[in-house]
């Protein structure tokens, strides 16, 4: 794998400590083998793999920033990843897209007890425990009901998302996101604020994007 990727991988993992900010986060992994295919034309399928678990590990250990972390995995080997990380998991029973999967989180979280969660891609390669610790307590300041997103470089699109309560608005993941989520808080009178984070613009869904994370590592 190229040596800038490389250079993008998290610190060993260490059970976190002093964790104090209410609410949980989601993170959202698809399977290994089905992920990052638009990287087709820069890397070859094992590069993507690889790319993918180091990736999800990553946002995983960033999410330590919350009381709890829940993994909704699209596969068994990403749940017992999450699983080996002391982390909990949930089996997508087929893998649907990002809002169905952040749906069956969400319906998990409230389930037992959650009153603010954050959605976080699995996408991330500069993403960091001090990152999404910042979302949180943006959310967290703020009066509810409330939707903190953290856009994505380019394309519109929506790399984090704060909801308080954890239905404040619906999801609308993918093409022009951001919009849609600032649309639907208007609508809905749900105070929206976007949070601009370096360490979490940038995602890896095409091969420019790998010129991207080369010049900021």
């Not at 690889?50 to 749940?79: K, Y």
């Not at 009153?115 to 967290?140: F, N």
């Not at 093409?175 to 940038?202: P, Y």
Request: proline share 6%.
């Amino acid at each position: 794998m190229p040596g800038a990727l490389r250079c993008a991988d998290p610190a060993p993992y260490s059970p976190a400590v002093g964790v104090d900010i209410a609410g949980w986060v989601i993170v959202l992994v698809k399977d290994f083998d089905s992920a990052k295919q638009r990287l087709g034309p820069a890397l070859d399928p094992k590069s993507r793999r690889d790319l993918a678990r180091r990736n999800a590990s990553r946002a995983i250990r960033a999410a330590a920033a919350a009381e709890r972390r829940l993994v909704v995995a699209g596969s068994d080997e990403v749940a017992a990843l999450a699983r080996q990380m002391g982390v909990e998991a949930i089996v997508e029973p087929r893998q649907e897209g990002q809002n169905v999967a952040a749906k069956r989180g969400i319906a998990h979280a409230v389930e037992a007890g959650a009153e603010a969660i954050l959605l976080l891609s699995s996408d991330l390669p500069l993403v960091t425990r001090k990152s999404v610790s910042e979302v949180l307590q943006a959310g967290v300041r703020l009066e509810g009901p409330v939707a903190v997103a953290v856009p994505a470089v380019g394309r519109g699109g929506t790399n984090a998302l704060y909801l308080r309560p954890p239905d404040a608005i619906t999801l609308h993941f993918g093409a022009d996101s951001l919009a849609r989520f600032r649309h639907e808080a208007e609508v809905r009178g749900v105070n929206f604020v976007i949070h601009h984070s370096d360490a979490m613009a940038l995602d890896l869904d095409e091969p420019a994007d790998l010129a991207r994370l080369r010049r900021a590592v």
